[in-house]
C-alpha cells in the first residue's frame, strides 16, 4: 500500500534549523507530487510547500518563502524539508501527503488533492 512517513522533527531554538524528511513507500515517488503541511494548535491546517517530484518544480507559503527549501531524492524515495531561521511561530505539527501528479507544477494551497497522508512529525521552536 502506499504510504508517506514523516521524520525530523524535534526541538530547536529561534534561528536554528531542522530539515524534515518524508519517505514514500508502495509508489514510485517519481509519478507524485509531495507537500508539506502544518498545524498548530488552535490553528487551521495550511500548506507549506510542495513540490513535483518528476521535475523538482516547487512552492512555498508565503510565511516560509526565503527560510525553507524542499527538496526530493527520487532514487531514496524521499522529499526533504530543509527549515532554516525557524521562528516559534513555525511551531507546529508538520505533515506531508502525496498525490499523483497531473501537471508540471503544484500550489500550496491545494490539500483535498493529496491522497495518502502521514502521521506527521512535531517541530517545535522555542528557547
Known amino acids: 500500500q502506499l504510504h508517506v512517513v514523516e521524520s525530523g522533527g524535534g526541538l530547536v531554538q529561534p534561528g536554528g534549523s531542522l530539515r524534515l524528511s518524508c519517505e514514500a513507500s508502495g509508489f514510485t515517488l517519481d509519478y507524485y507530487t509531495i507537500g508539506w503541511f502544518r498545524q498548530a494548535p488552535g490553528k487551521e491546517r495550511e500548506g507549506v510547500s510542495c513540490?513535483?517530484?518528476?521535475?523538482?518544480?516547487?512552492d512555498y507559503a508565503d510565511s516560509v518563502m526565503g527560510r525553507f527549501t524542499i527538496s526530493r531524492d527520487n532514487a531514496k524515495n524521499t522529499v526533504y524539508l530543509q527549515m532554516n531561521s525557524l521562528k516559534p511561530e513555525d511551531t507546529a505539527v508538520y505533515y506531508c501527503a502525496a498525490m499523483r501528479t497531473v501537471v508540471a507544477y503544484c500550489r500550496v494551497r491545494t490539500s483535498a488533492a493529496y491522497n495518502y497522508w502521514g502521521q506527521g512529525t512535531q517541530v517545535t521552536v522555542s528557547s
Open positions: 513540490i513535483v517530484s518528476s521535475v523538482g518544480s516547487a
